[in-house]
């Protein structure tokens, strides 16, 4: 009994060309159809963006020349300081320098009136002389001055003004410097500054007087000078009774607190301490 052959169950897509006798061809060559897909986002940005190209990294020879010149600079600075401050501790072990003192030897006041003209304010009318004692206590430094004002007050009331031309002061010595304060032809007040005035003519302590001398200073150092300071001396606590007629009033004892303080004045650019 002959056996009999069934179909496959599962169809053959491409079946192999026959020839005219019924066999089978072989060939190599096949055909496939491979479907096409819409490209994806991925692809479509990649497409358009630049490539990538990595960044040299940023030298460092620049930052260190910086560190180098900053730190130079302040040891450069920092000697300096060293320096001067070494120079100024033998400068000041070998001169020892001192500031002049000053002090109010004579006090007088010779004329003293307020007037109040019609249709004017009032008017004062003052007289004044002054002798100031000055000393240099230095023995190898000499002090060169520039012309002296000097302004008297009362309460800060204005009473006067003087001045006084320069003048050389020598090593280890005192000098009487010798000043005339007036008004002028009258300095005008107020109503209040006139009250003021009046009531301390009356006491018995007499008239309190601030005194403010202003210059200029040079130090001479054998054939070196400095250049000019400026120097404000004020003397408080002195006190003087009105004349009584043509007989001037001379300055009354004076107390521990009258004294006069020397301060310098050092300008730097538009500040003044």
């Known amino acids: 009994m002959a056996d009999r052959v069934y179909p496959s169950s599962k169809p053959i897509l491409n079946p192999p060309p026959q020839t005219l ?7 190599n060559t096949t055909t496939t159809n491979n479907p096409t897909f819409p490209q994806t986002k991925a692809q479509l940005y990649g497409a358009s963006r630049p490539p990538y190209r990595p960044q040299p990294k940023p030298r460092r020879r620049r930052r260190s020349c910086c560190c180098a010149c900053f730190l130079w600079t302040t040891l450069l600075i920092i000697a300096l300081l060293l320096i001067i401050a070494i120079a100024g501790a033998v400068f000041w072990v070998l001169y020892h320098p001192q500031r002049p003192s000053f002090s109010v030897k004579t006090l007088r006041i010779t004329q003293f ?7 004017s304010s009032p008017l004062l009318i003052s007289k004044l002389n002054l002798t100031i004692s000055t000393r240099n206590p230095n023995k190898k430094l000499v002090f ?3 012309p002296i004002t000097v302004s008297m007050k009362s309460n800060d009331i204005d009473v006067g003004s003087g001045s006084l031309p320069s003048f050389v002061h020598g090593k280890k010595n005192s000098t009487d410097l ?9 300095k005008e007040l107020d109503e209040d500054s006139k009250k003021k005035l009046e009531t301390d003519l009356k006491k018995k302590d007499g008239l309190p007087l601030e005194i403010e001398l202003e210059t ?25 009774t009105a004349p009584n007629g043509k007989t001037p009033s001379m300055m009354k004892n004076t107390s521990s607190n009258s004294k006069c303080k020397v301060n310098l ?4 650019w538009k500040f003044t301490f």
């Open 216 to 240: 200029k200073v040079q130090v001479k150092i054998g054939g070196f000078k400095t250049n000019r300071v400026r120097i404000r001396v004020t003397c408080k606590g002195y006190q003087v």
């Open 144 to 146: 060169i001055y520039n």
């Open 113 to 119: 009136n307020i007037t109040t003209p019609k249709n």
């Open 178 to 186: 010798k000043f005339f304060i007036s008004s002028g032809t009258g």
């Open 265 to 268: 004045r050092i300008k730097i």
């Open 21 to 27: 006798n019924g066999t089978t061809a072989n060939t």
